[in-house]
T-cell receptor, first 111, second 116 residues
């Protein structure tokens, strides 16, 4: 089976840095996505990693280690609007674009 | 309209009703997906369509029946649902192909379904 683990909840302070971890054990791997989902809204794409290393995009960065089955999403200079659920998803091999999602990490940013 | 739209946004139905959810994508993509999102559970892939052909049915009960008349529209027909089917149903689309190197899925806002 496929297994993707993320912390259920995290709390951080406005202006701080937070790291959301994701570990995965899947039967194949063809890339890892991070999505942001505000309550009652559609998930929106944040980042994509298929090779080991760090991808930086503004305040958000994502890291991947395929040998360890591990990724993290780093959010810098936190803002109140960053309060949302952050979903880790693995794209499986075998053709098609099947994504397997973790349960998501609910991030609360406080003053 | 831009992106992926879904209607209705909210739906309450009885267990004996028949209803349909609609999804439309305005991105020129060739693949569309239905997902179910329940509280405290991961997003679950239900169905995948590539070029209007169903390529994935993730062991979904037959009371859920998808339809993809063209690459821009996707329906989910519902009949004799159970209370445990209450969830957020999300539609997504993406561009597939051998020359595509980036497989981001774009999601619609979802239909919040309540089965009474």
């Amino acid at each position: 089976g496929q297994n993707i683990d993320q912390p259920t909840e995290m709390t951080a302070t406005e202006g701080a840095i937070v790291q959301i971890n994701c570990t995965y054990q899947t039967s194949g791997f063809n890339g890892l996505f991070w999505y942001q989902q505000h309550a009652g809204e559609a998930p929106t794409f944040l980042s994509y990693n298929v090779l080991d290393g760090l991808e930086e995009k503004g305040r958000f960065s994502s890291f991947l280690s395929r040998s360890k089955g591990y990724s993290y999403l780093l959010l810098k200079e936190l803002q109140m609007k960053d309060s949302a659920s952050y979903l880790c998803a693995v794209r499986l091999t075998g053709g098609g674009n099947k994504l397997t999602f973790g349960t998501g990490t609910q991030l609360k940013v406080e003053l | 309209e831009t992106g992926v739209t879904q209607t209705p946004r909210h739906l309450v139905m009885g267990m004996t009703n028949k209803k349909s959810l609609k999804c439309e994508q305005h991105l020129g993509h060739n693949a569309m997906y239905w997902y179910k999102q329940s509280a405290k559970k991961p997003l679950e892939l239900m169905f995948v369509y590539n070029f209007k052909e169903q390529t994935e049915n993730n062991s979904v009960p037959s009371r859920f029946s998808p339809e993809c008349p063209n690459s821009s529209h996707l329906f989910l027909h519902l009949h004799t649902l159970q209370p445990e089917d209450s969830a957020l149903y999300l539609c997504a689309s993406s561009q597939e192909g051998t020359r595509v190197t980036f497989y981001e899925q774009y999601f619609g806002p979802g239909t919040r379904l309540t089965v009474t």
